[in-house]
């Protein structure tokens, strides 16, 4: 599934990418990675998930991050959808008809859900979603505008670097000026949810500055399958480092009801 040198090789695109063993018969968790993330921006995480979990645990970096193949900029508006729609199902394709559970986050999450609400592989058998966003907010903007100023005046640009090497002015940039455009105001993916059938856990912090928790409302409303909502106390963007225990121990209580 993935070359001895760690890429997976998708529509001439080369994917940094890493596949952890786990046991068999589990399904493999596929993680999608946030808006600046990359594979080694998840940090351990991976590692222990798979660990608590037993599941096979498949990560990658989405062209244009870490040390996949560049893009050229400006990012179109539509690349979570294009993401979801063209990318994603060639990369399930490789698992070879075993079953799988997405888990996203932020923008990953978002990836997610438009997959799961609309033409899904079959082997779906769950969807993590961390900090999800399904439409945008204030907050959201108010978030992206002050990363931003910090990549301007901070040294933000170098500790991206360490994750992205090349492709850190893709990363950043392609992400940020999507967002800040004015047309993407307008982006709204909740009307995938009523197509999603498979069970949902959603998390967010209750200090998440880049949505409220009318977002976890909104896909607790609208999903089609059954959702499960956790919100984390002393928790921002990133539960899964901020609250490795509770996301662990939640993922885990997850999988085991599936």
């Given at each position: 599934?993935?070359?001895p040198?760690?890429?997976?090789?998708i529509?001439?695109?080369?994917?940094?990418a890493?596949?952890?063993e786990?046991?068999?018969?589990r399904?493999?968790?596929v993680?999608?990675?946030?808006?600046?993330?990359?594979?080694?921006?998840?940090?351990?995480?991976?590692?222990?998930?798979?660990?608590?979990?037993?599941?096979p645990?498949?990560?990658?970096?989405?062209?244009?991050?870490?040390?996949?193949?560049?893009?050229?900029?400006?990012?179109?508006?539509?690349?979570?959808?294009?993401?979801?729609?063209?990318?994603?199902?060639?990369?399930?394709?490789?698992?070879?008809?075993?079953?799988?559970?997405?888990?996203?986050?932020?923008?990953?999450?978002?990836?997610?859900?438009?997959?799961?609400?609309?033409?899904?592989?079959?082997?779906?058998?769950?969807?993590?979603l961390?900090?999800?966003?399904?439409?945008?907010?204030d907050?959201?903007?108010?978030?992206?505008?002050?990363?931003?100023?910090?990549?301007?005046?901070t040294?933000?640009?170098?500790?991206?670097?360490?994750?992205h090497?090349?492709?850190?002015?893709?990363?950043?940039?392609?992400?940020?000026?999507?967002?800040?455009?004015?047309?993407?105001?307008?982006?709204?993916?909740?009307?995938?949810?009523?197509s999603?059938?498979?069970?949902?856990?959603?998390v967010?912090?209750?200090?998440d500055?880049?949505?409220?928790?009318?977002?976890?409302d909104?896909?607790?409303?609208?999903s089609?399958?059954p959702?499960?909502?956790?919100?984390?106390?002393?928790?921002?963007?990133?539960?899964?480092?901020?609250?490795?225990?509770?996301?662990?121990?939640?993922?885990?209580?997850?999988?085991?009801?599936?």
């Amino acid at each position: 599934m993935i070359a001895p040198d760690g890429y997976l090789e998708i529509a001439g695109q080369s994917l940094e990418a890493r596949f952890i063993e786990g046991s068999s018969g589990r399904p493999v968790l596929v993680m999608l990675h946030e808006g600046l993330g990359s594979v080694s921006l998840w940090r351990d995480f991976p590692d222990l998930l798979a660990s608590a979990t037993g599941c096979p645990v498949l990560v990658w970096s989405r062209t244009g991050y870490g040390a996949s193949s560049s893009i050229t900029l400006p990012r179109s508006l539509t690349y979570m959808h294009d993401e979801a729609d063209e990318v994603l199902p060639h990369i399930i394709a490789k698992l070879g008809g075993r079953d799988y559970v997405l888990a996203g986050h932020s923008d990953g999450a978002s990836i997610a859900i438009i997959y799961a609400g609309s033409r899904p592989l079959p082997g779906l058998t769950g969807l993590v979603l961390l900090a999800p966003h399904v439409f945008v907010e204030d907050i959201s903007i108010k978030g992206i505008r002050a990363a931003r100023e910090a990549w301007n005046i901070t040294d933000l640009r170098t500790r991206l670097e360490r994750h992205h090497g090349d492709n850190v002015d893709n990363a950043f940039l392609g992400w940020n000026d999507a967002w800040l455009h004015p047309d993407f105001r307008k982006w709204d993916i909740t009307e995938f949810l009523p197509s999603i059938s498979v069970p949902v856990l959603a998390v967010q912090g209750r200090d998440d500055d880049y949505g409220t928790l009318a977002q976890l409302d909104m896909i607790g409303q609208a999903s089609g399958g059954p959702v499960e909502k956790l919100i984390l106390d002393d928790c921002g963007h990133a539960p899964q480092n901020d609250q490795t225990a509770a996301v662990l121990d939640a993922i885990c209580g997850f999988l085991t009801e599936l």
